[in-house]
């Protein structure tokens, strides 16, 4: 089973708009990270947001926040009042910590236009 | 500025060729991870070192190796080198404590281009 699956392959919104990059993960291990990367098409991986699986509160960091449903495996990213330089490509990732190291896994991305 | 610094940023070189690529981690991160992203495509795990030892391996062809020196400092070495190599290669770098905010912080990559 894929651990990280992003099913929105490109997603437009509208300048000012709010829009929400969908992810779920999957794991059987207790205590995980979520993350979540921005690459431009310039090309770097940006760090943008990160949850902790005992964490109760929704991780927020400006106009990002990630709404985390446990339950549901879920760690959908909301970007809030969408601006042109939001234009990329997202990346949902997990970390385990397994067999003393943490392993990371990589969602395929989503690529998002917001249209002016 | 994530800290993870890369060398050099692009590559042009032929088919058949060797190319080294460097990457620091950021100051105080013993793990290592490298990354291949090919055209419009998702990153593919290569391989991981901790402390200077290798800790997992992905899908990293023969062809390619790394190592991590003991400064910390890794170099991914890509040989016989093909134009299917042609991608923008990643390292990232991390702490590895467990119970951490941890996360990966990625260098500018390197744009190889195999021609």
């Known amino acids: 089973a894929q651990k990280i699956t992003q099913t929105q392959p490109g997603m437009f919104v509208q300048e000012k708009e709010a829009v929400t990059l969908d992810c779920t993960y999957d794991?059987?291990?207790?205590?995980?990270?979520l993350f979540w990367y921005k690459q431009p098409s310039s090309g770097e991986m940006i760090f943008l947001i990160y949850q902790g699986s005992y964490d109760e509160q929704n991780a927020t960091e400006g106009r990002y926040s990630l709404n985390f449903q446990k339950a549901r495996k879920s760690a959908n990213l909301v970007i809030s009042a969408s601006q042109l330089g939001d234009s990329a490509m997202y990346f949902c990732a997990m970390r385990e910590f397994l067999y003393n190291f943490n392993k990371f896994y990589f969602g395929s991305g989503t690529k998002l236009n917001v249209k002016p | 500025d994530s800290g993870v610094t890369q060398t050099p940023k692009h590559l042009i070189t032929a088919t058949g060729q060797r190319v080294t690529l460097r990457c620091s981690p950021r100051?105080?991160?013993?793990?290592v991870y490298w990354y291949q992203q090919s055209l419009d495509q998702g990153l593919q795990f290569l391989i991981q070192y901790y402390n200077g030892e290798e800790r997992a391996k992905g899908n990293i062809l023969e062809r390619f190796s790394a190592q991590q020196f003991p400064d910390l400092h890794s170099e991914l070495n890509l040989s016989s080198l093909e134009l299917g190599d042609s991608a923008l290669y990643f390292c990232?770098?991390?702490?590895?404590?467990?119970?951490?905010?941890?996360?990966?912080?990625f260098g500018p990559g390197t744009r190889l281009l195999v021609l």
């Open positions: 990232a770098s991390s702490v590895e404590e467990r119970g951490a905010a941890e996360t990966q912080y």
């Open positions: 794991t059987s291990d207790q205590s995980y990270g």
């Open positions: 100051s105080g991160d013993l793990s």
